[in-house]
T-cell receptor, first 113, second 116 residues
Framework: GQNIDQPTEMTATEGAIVQINCTYQTSGFNGLFWYQQHAGEAPTFLSYNVLDGLEEKGRFSSFLSRSKGYSYLLLKELQMKDSASYLCAVRDGSQTGANNLFFGTGTRLTVIP | ETGVTQTPRHLVMGMTNKKSLKCEQHLGHNAMYWYKQSAKKPLELMFVYNFKEQTENNSVPSRFSPECPNSSHLFLHLHTLQPEDSALYLC???????????????FGEGSWLTVV
């Protein structure tokens, strides 16, 4: 099975840096994804980690530690448009997981002026 | 525009009605998915189709019936639903089910379903 935990809500100030954590337990870890979802819109792909370390893409970075079952998404130079839900998802490559994606509840980030 | 289109965007139905949700992808993908998104709950995987064959049914009640006539189209037929089935239903697609960096899942904008 899969167990994915992330904070429900966070608030940060425009221009600041925010870190959204995700911890997971899965029987067949085969990659971790972060998605952004604005209210009323489709989730959109942000980042993918399968090896330990940091992946950087512009203002967004994602980190993975497989031994700790831990990831974080780092957002720099926050903008008002970054207010959204951020979904952590784990690919489960076990026989029962069948390489499907399983999601956390999402972290709703509010950016304030 | 993600290349995955869902209709209708909003649907209100009674518990005795029969309705269908439609999904179409224009990305040339081979795998399609139905997810359910309820308030304060994780996205729940419902069904997976790979090359039109159902490969996953995540213990979904039989009042939800999927249909995949080809790799570009996916339907979710709804019959005798319950109020607790009210949720956002998201369709998604990927090149194949072995989702990886260059092969991520692309979501549609969802169909908001309200069962009264």
């Amino acid at each position: 099975g899969q167990n994915i935990d992330q904070p429900t809500e966070m608030t940060a100030t425009e221009g600041a840096i925010v870190q959204i954590n995700c911890t997971y337990q899965t029987s067949g870890f085969n990659g971790l994804f972060w998605y952004q979802q604005h209210a009323g819109e489709a989730p959109t792909f942000l980042s993918y980690n399968v090896l330990d370390g940091l992946e950087e893409k512009g203002r967004f970075s994602s980190f993975l530690s497989r031994s700790k079952g831990y990831s974080y998404l780092l957002l720099k130079e926050l903008q008002m448009k970054d207010s959204a839900s951020y979904l952590c998802a784990v690919r489960d490559g076990s026989q029962t997981g069948a390489n499907n994606l399983f999601f956390g509840t999402g972290t709703r980030l509010t950016v304030i002026p | 525009e993600t290349g995955v289109t869902q209709t209708p965007r909003h649907l209100v139905m009674g518990m005795t009605n029969k309705k269908s949700l439609k999904c179409e992808q224009h990305l040339g993908h081979n795998a399609m998915y139905w997810y359910k998104q309820s308030a304060k709950k994780p996205l729940e995987l419902m069904f997976v189709y790979n090359f039109k064959e159902q490969t996953e049914n995540n213990s979904v009640p039989s009042r939800f019936s999927p249909e995949c006539p080809n790799s570009s189209h996916l339907f979710l037929h709804l019959h005798t639903l319950q109020p607790e089935d009210s949720a956002l239903y998201l369709c998604a697609s990927s090149l194949d089910p072995r989702v990886s960096r260059g092969n991520t899942i692309y979501f549609g904008e969802g169909s908001w379903l309200t069962v009264v």
